[in-house]
């Protein structure tokens, strides 16, 4: 099944990703980040026996493993592709995971609370991703009871979730926007509003491709309309932002603008080695002059899909060995001249 | 600095006081602070003499950094749950609790760092399925009585015509006519029922 980051039918914009996660916790029960051994086991198998298996809305079924009977670059590959988080990677604690076939619905068991549930797509509006969610989340409520408190909401292990447990996201494509002087001065503005803006891949130093992932900060004391509703419109700003620069660009530059991605389209095209991040910056410059059609691919592609693609666990997955350096690279160059459509 | 009131123990306690705009500073002691008279908010006074944790939780957030005191954040830090065995410590240490009991044991501890995380220290979002038919059903069982609606209509109409909105004003007297018929109207028809007619909706 085409996997939701693979679908071509989304629109080149400025917006690539929206991603909602909603924690839970089961009433009368010790947060599985307390437990050790035996009893962080037995509230897995209490977990698995209430909520696996599950079937999507359309009837399809989840599948369902134990993520710490995965090998390391699974778990690895998992988390590029954002399904787990970094934690579910390292700690090795017995945890299990529950997907949809297209991988846009996850649902963590036992990670450092009982539930994690996520709805990653590329083409929904948070407001239909979050009434699927709440259904899915209502429908699980009447397996188990949740920790809910009338004045804190849902009870969580960190208190950065409490509230609403919710954490909106909405990833986007800044390449213009993100290279001005002022970029990092208006980054720092949304942080009073509670929305976080922060790189997507690469270090904390560097961000390499031009995405942007905005966020809200706060789950308590606002609904989970109110938030979505609030990363929406720092989403949309960002983005009408990009649109103003990016029009005025075309004006001024177009030619330089055409020419530095036709130039990428070679470099994705032809190069025998890309490391990670050369392959994001010409996969950005590729995705903008696919946006402002500067350039028309012969067949639809997800520019992201293959973002994701290329970082190093799914590149090892895909070619089931273990890749190093050189080797890393080469297998890289040649996964995106594999996935890269003609220019028409 | 020595405390003003005692000049014997160390002054950790700044209390400034404005009256008539003028404001005064006072360095007191603990000790001093507690047997002092603070006007209208002698409640304070009794805070600093409390038991465990408010007072001793409130004395950390007026500053008091003195070797008692350190003592003191020592035994709050071995505050434990008793449900999930996690101290206060380990909350500090790692951000994490041990269960959803932990928010009421340490309750009056996270309220501050509640609202510098998320401004609030109170859910006002989504509830339990459950939990949410019940609210609804309380809202539900309290409808307004014609009587009030009227009562809140009259109130209304008074506002409108005091801020000389003469158009809702209009308005409200249509509205209040047309449910005054509408209760004459069920009354005349069935007697009895003339004061529920209106909660059927």
Redesign the interface.
């Known amino acids: 099944m085409t996997k939701w980051y693979e679908e071509t039918d989304q629109m080149h914009d400025v917006f690539v990703m929206k991603r909602l996660r909603l924690v839970r916790?089961l009433?009368?029960?010790?947060?599985p980040?307390?437990l050790r051994g035996a009893e962080r086991l037995s509230m897995l198998s209490e977990l698995e026996e209430d909520f696996v298996p599950m079937e999507t809305e359309e009837g399809q079924p989840y599948t369902y493993c134990r993520l710490d009977e995965l090998e390391e670059n699974s778990r690895n590959a998992l988390y590029e592709r954002r399904i787990i988080n970094y934690s579910r990677v390292e700690d090795g604690e017995p945890s299990g995971l529950l997907l949809s076939p297209d991988e846009a619905l996850g649902l963590v068991l036992n990670g450092?609370d009982h539930l994690r549930l996520q709805y990653l797509s590329g083409t929904q509006s948070l407001e239909n991703m979050l009434a699927r969610l709440?259904r899915l989340e209502?429908t699980l409520?009447?397996k188990a009871?949740?920790?809910?408190?009338?004045?804190?909401?849902?009870?969580?292990?960190?208190?950065?979730n409490?509230?609403?447990g919710?954490r909106a996201s909405v990833v986007v494509h800044l390449p213009m926007l993100s290279n001005g002087s002022q970029f990092r001065k208006l980054v720092q503005e949304y942080s009073r509003f509670?929305i976080s803006v922060k790189g997507l891949s690469g270090d904390s130093n560097e961000n390499y491709g031009g995405l942007f992932e905005v966020k809200n900060?706060?789950?308590?004391?606002?609904?989970?309309e109110e938030?979505i509703g609030l990363v929406s419109q720092a989403a949309t700003q960002l983005a009408a932002q990009e649109r103003k620069v990016k029009s005025l660009a075309l004006r001024s530059h177009r030619l330089q603008l055409e020419d530095e991605i036709y130039k990428s389209y070679g470099v994705l095209k032809y190069a025998r080695k890309l490391t990670y991040k050369e392959g994001m910056t010409y996969l950005s410059q590729l995705r903008m002059g696919l946006c402002e059609n500067l350039v028309q691919a012969e067949i639809p592609v997800n520019i992201f899909g293959i973002m994701l693609n290329i970082r190093p666990a799914n590149l090892k997955q895909a070619r089931a060995q273990d890749l190093e350096g050189e080797a890393l690279d080469e297998a890289r160059a040649r996964y995106i001249q594999a996935h890269l459509p003609k220019l028409q | 600095m020595l405390c003003e009131r005692c000049k014997i123990r160390e002054a950790n306690i700044r209390y400034t006081e404005v009256i008539g705009g003028v404001a005064t500073e006072h360095n007191l002691c603990s000790h001093c602070a507690k047997e002092m008279d603070f006007g209208q908010y002698t409640g304070l006074a009794s805070l600093f003499d409390t038991d465990y944790p408010i007072g001793k939780l409130l004395s950390q957030l007026l500053g008091l950094k003195d070797g008692q005191e350190m003592e003191q954040a020592g035994e709050l830090a071995s505050l434990v749950c008793p449900t999930c065995q996690t101290s206060y410590g380990d909350f500090v240490k790692d951000s994490q609790f041990g269960c959803p009991d932990c928010y009421h044991m340490f309750d009056l501890l996270i309220s501050d760092k509640l609202k510098q995380l998320h401004g609030s220290d109170t859910h006002t979002g989504h509830k339990p399925a459950g939990m949410a038919a019940q609210a609804q059903e309380d809202i539900l069982e309290k409808p307004l009585t014609p009587e009030e609606q009227k009562a809140l209509l009259r109130s209304k109409l008074q506002e409108a015509v005091a801020e000389e909105d003469y158009e809702a004003a209009a308005r409200y007297r249509d509205a209040i006519r047309a449910l005054e018929k509408q209760l004459k109207k069920e009354a005349s028809v069935c007697p009895e029922n003339a004061g529920a007619g209106g909660d059927q909706q």
């Open positions: 916790n009433a009368g029960h010790i947060f980040s307390r450092e709440m209502e409520g009447e009871p949740f920790a809910f408190d009338e004045k804190y909401g849902y009870l969580t292990t960190f208190l950065t409490v509230g609403t919710l509670g900060q706060k789950t308590l004391g606002q609904t989970e938030l």
